[in-house]
């Protein structure tokens, strides 16, 4: 409580994406501060619907007018992942600022050179969008773990669940090969769970061996678009059977550099469960657990005394947690916070200007480049059935 919740003179922003995501950042973007000054949709008649619908005042028709606009200072990339490399690329060679959605890019080729891209231009921010860091609770989780809490840690286990998809005739374009890794619940959701397990404990992910599983080997594609999380709303378009390669269900083994062990399942195809990420870590004189379902409440365990619920409430929290909260304890922070604290550190930085005692508080393309290369490891070790050390 207390930090600044607006920008003062923050640049103007202009969004790529109209569809599930592209929509939150506009919103987080109006609670700091920044004008919103244009959309650009893969097509324009339904960016202008959602243009209409979010109250953005320009369409752009491509991304040359956008980056035009002398009025965007900053890009935030919430289209298909294919999509995210040029986009990103050519945000950075216009001279501006980038914020894009996860995953960075398809390939670690692609990952290398939007990282070697953005290095040589440090004035300008380069961020990825795990906004899952920015829960209070995990902050608060990383914080005690650097103090020494719970002491040597031993392993990070969880899960990251959802049900969207659960239907042979649900459909989005994550299901479709991306003609990369052909990784789809892996590098949508479980980028996020590995961002954050490494971000928690602060060490990287060293090897890891996968089982990969696609339980609807076919799909019925409707006719037109199908948005993210879209149930049954359009199930009676038209539709053809269309084969599928990409992953409903992932069980991941991992190793970090200090011998720190991990295991990890995602699943798109989890009746009943929305959006559910858990996350346990067991260390030698405790352990913690936070759900993103449940986001206000962390669990302390224990062997010396009684377990233990802590309530999100600044005022019992660390500086480092307390500095991502808003709201008193009680009044429900989740995730539309996220995206606004995550943003609020991005062009915090931006408007401070570059320098080089300025600390890089947000997840950077180079967090965005390790999970590009996690997941080239976990596509490689799900096809040759081994470990696999991350390049
Ligand atoms: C779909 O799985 C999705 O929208 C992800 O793409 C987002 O990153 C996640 O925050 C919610 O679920």
């Not at 409707?222 to 269900?249: L, M, Y």
């Not at 997840?363 to 096809?383: K, M, V, Y």
């Amino acid at each position: 409580m207390g930090s600044p919740i607006v920008i003062p003179k923050a640049p103007g922003a202009a969004v790529i994406g109209g569809g599930f995501i592209g929509p939150v950042h506009v919103e987080a973007l109006r609670r700091i501060g920044v004008e919103v000054v244009g959309l650009l949709g893969s097509a324009p008649d339904r960016a202008a619907a959602t243009a209409r619908r979010i109250g953005v005042a320009h369409v752009y028709r491509d991304l040359d007018e956008l980056l035009a606009d002398d009025r965007v200072g900053v890009v935030h990339v919430a289209s298909p992942n294919a999509q995210h490399f040029e986009q990103a690329w050519r945000t950075l060679e216009a001279g501006r600022h980038v914020v894009c959605e996860k995953p960075l890019a398809i390939t670690v080729d692609q990952s290398k050179a939007l990282l070697d891209l953005a290095g040589s231009r440090p004035s300008q921010a380069a961020a990825v969008n795990y906004n899952i860091r920015f829960y209070p609770l995990c902050r608060e989780i990383r914080a005690r773990i650097a103090a020494g809490e719970i002491g040597r840690v031993f392993s990070v286990t969880g899960s990251y669940v959802q049900d969207w998809l659960l239907y042979p005739d649900d459909y989005n374009w994550r299901v479709e090969s991306d003609g990369g890794t052909n990784l789809r619940a892996v590098a949508d959701i479980g980028t996020h769970w590995m961002d954050l397990a490494q971000y928690l404990i602060g060490e990287s992910i060293a090897s890891v061996n996968a089982d990969l599983a696609t339980f609807h080997p076919h799909r019925m594609r409707p006719v037109g678009v199908s948005e993210t999380f879209t149930g049954s709303i359009g199930k009676d378009r038209p539709a053809e059977q269309v084969e599928v390669t990409t992953d409903d269900h992932a069980a991941v083994l991992l190793r970090f550099d200090s011998g720190i062990r991990g295991v990890f399942h995602v699943s798109q195809v989890t009746a009943g469960r929305k959006n559910s990420l858990t996350i346990e870590i067991a260390g030698s004189e405790g352990s913690f657990a936070w759900e993103s379902e449940s986001p206000e409440r962390l669990w302390i365990g224990s062997r010396r005394g009684p377990n233990q619920f802590l309530s999100r409430d600044p005022a019992l929290l660390r500086p480092f947690a307390a500095s991502a909260s808003h709201y008193p304890g009680g009044h429900v922070e989740g995730f539309p916070d996220t995206f606004k604290q995550l943003f609020l550190d991005v062009y915090g930085w931006i408007v401070k200007g570059r320098s080089d005692g300025d600390a890089v508080t947000f997840p950077t393309f180079i967090d965005g480049d390790r999970e590009i290369r996690l997941c080239e490891a976990i596509a490689r070790s799900a096809g040759e059935g081994r470990w696999i050390e991350v390049g």
